[in-house]
């Protein structure tokens, strides 16, 4: 039932963390097909799935493309660059320019036509729908039309913003529902697999800084409910990603401390002090910890 409510109209970010839970109950209990569909298809028209989180993957209809459907490294590209962008056009211009930096622009052009149809025909190889089913086009340039493609990493951000703006209104328990959801869906960075080029730089800060926002009230909200061990491994996969994080840092300690976990406070604490004197930041108080 969870499952099939996150298909209907207006279904909200609490459903569909509570779809993708029950999704993976049933899939422990061997069940991956209810009435002929895929527990783990949250829309029957969104049929193309984009995974940059942790790794760039491409599922239609459910099953995963093969590295050699591709045919080539800039197919998979283009389709990366158009999810960096989730709904925007990307100019033509920008994305031959990308794809071929050193080649003559008089060529690339007819290039990237032939390459959309190639991702096209691995987007939809059935042809079941029309060409910008799933790439739509104009004059303007190319971009994934998301009635019809799901992007981790833009749905990630879409449910942590909503999370945040339910804790503004007081719905902390539905907030937290969706903020568990958020966390255990950051498998990695986005597009980890492109660290040195700049059109995945702005997705990439996007979506960390919308996982770390959420992970921090989370964490947060575990230590104020006694949850010390869940808020000790939230707080510390933060600090893997950002070590210069002083909020968390103090959060960690009192945590410990109150959990009468008095030596993993007190090398916390001294974790929390090398790491601002690493970037010349006003070091902890030691009073904190002294009494322990």
């Known amino acids: 039932i969870e499952v099939a409510r996150t298909r209907l109209p207006g279904s909200d970010a609490a459903s569909r963390s509570r779809a993708r839970e029950a999704a993976r109950r049933l899939r422990e209990c061997g069940i991956r097909e209810v009435h002929g569909q895929s527990v783990d298809e949250e829309s029957r028209e969104r049929r193309v799935a984009i995974r940059v989180l942790g790794g760039f993957t491409v599922r239609v209809d459910g099953a995963e493309v093969q590295h050699s459907a591709w045919r080539s490294r800039q197919a998979r590209t283009l389709v990366k ?9 990307v100019s033509r211009a920008y994305l031959c320019e990308t794809l071929w930096p050193d080649d003559d622009p008089s060529r690339t052009s007819h290039r990237l036509s032939v390459l959309l149809t190639t991702v096209r025909g691995v987007l939809d190889p059935a042809k079941a729908h ?31 913003h909503e999370a945040m703006a339910l804790l503004e209104t007081g719905e902390t328990a539905r907030a ?13 960075e986005a597009f980890e697999d492109e660290p040195f080029t700049e059109w995945a730089d702005i997705p ?21 409910a006694g949850q010390v061990g869940d808020a000790e491994a939230l707080f510390t996969r933060l600090l893997l990603v950002d070590p210069y994080d002083e909020r968390v840092h103090r959060a960690r300690v009192r945590n410990l401390l109150h959990a009468g976990r008095h030596g993993e406070a007190r090398r916390a604490f001294h974790r ?10 006003s070091r902890p108080d030691p009073a904190l910890v002294r009494p322990f």
């Open 130 to 160: 029309p060409p910008e089913h799933s790439i739509a086009a104009d004059s303007s340039g190319l971009w994934l039309d998301l009635r019809h493609v799901s992007i981790d990493a833009d749905d990630l951000i879409a449910d942590a």
């Open 272 to 281: 929390w002090t090398e790491a601002m004197t690493e970037i010349g930041a």
């Open 176 to 188: 937290r529902e969706i903020l568990r959801d958020v966390d255990r869906r950051y498998r990695g």
């Open 204 to 224: 990439r800060e996007e979506t960390r800084a919308a996982w770390l926002r959420g992970a921090r009230h989370l964490a947060l909200s575990y230590a104020k």
């Open 81 to 89: 660059i158009l999810a960096s962008r989730p709904g925007r056009a």
